[in-house]
C-alpha cells in the first residue's frame, strides 16, 4: 500500500511560480508510474502530467505544456511538479496518484493510488 502526501500549493499571483512536492512511503517508489491530476470547483478531475519509473518519459496536458514539468528522484521518494506563468485557469485541487504497472496512462481509472491534494490559488 502507498500513501501520498502532496504539499506546496498555496495562493500566487498570475504570471507566478509554484512548485508542489509529492512524497511517497508504503511502497518500491521507483516502480511507479506518477502523475499530477487536478480537479477545480464543480469540474471533473482532469489530467495534468505523468512521468515514467525512470522520468526518461513524461506527457503532459496541452493546457500546461511549455509552463509546467514533471520530474521525480527516486532516491528521495518524491515526485516534483514545477508550476510556471500561472493562470487564474490553474486554480483547482491538485492531487499525485501512483500506477503500479505498465505505460504512462491520463485517465483516473488507470491509478491506484491517490494523495489529498493541495490547493492552488492563481490571484488575477
Known amino acids: 500500500q502507498v500513501q501520498l502526501l502532496e504539499s506546496g500549493g498555496g495562493l500566487v499571483q498570475t504570471g507566478g511560480s509554484l512548485r508542489l512536492s509529492c512524497a511517497a512511503s508504503?511502497?518500491?517508489?521507483?516502480?511507479?508510474?506518477m502523475a499530477w491530476f487536478r480537479q477545480a470547483p464543480a469540474k471533473e478531475r482532469e489530467f495534468v502530467a505523468a512521468i515514467n519509473w525512470s522520468g526518461a518519459f513524461t506527457k503532459y496536458a496541452d493546457s500546461v505544456k511549455g509552463r509546467f514539468t514533471i520530474s521525480r528522484d527516486n532516491a528521495k521518494n518524491t515526485m516534483y511538479l514545477q508550476m510556471n506563468s500561472l493562470k487564474p485557469e490553474d486554480t483547482a485541487v491538485y492531487y499525485c496518484a501512483a500506477k503500479r504497472l505498465g505505460l504512462i496512462a491520463t485517465t483516473t481509472g488507470s491509478y491506484d493510488y491517490w494523495g489529498q491534494g493541495t490547493q492552488v490559488t492563481v490571484s488575477s
Open positions: 508504503g511502497g518500491t517508489f521507483s516502480s511507479y508510474v
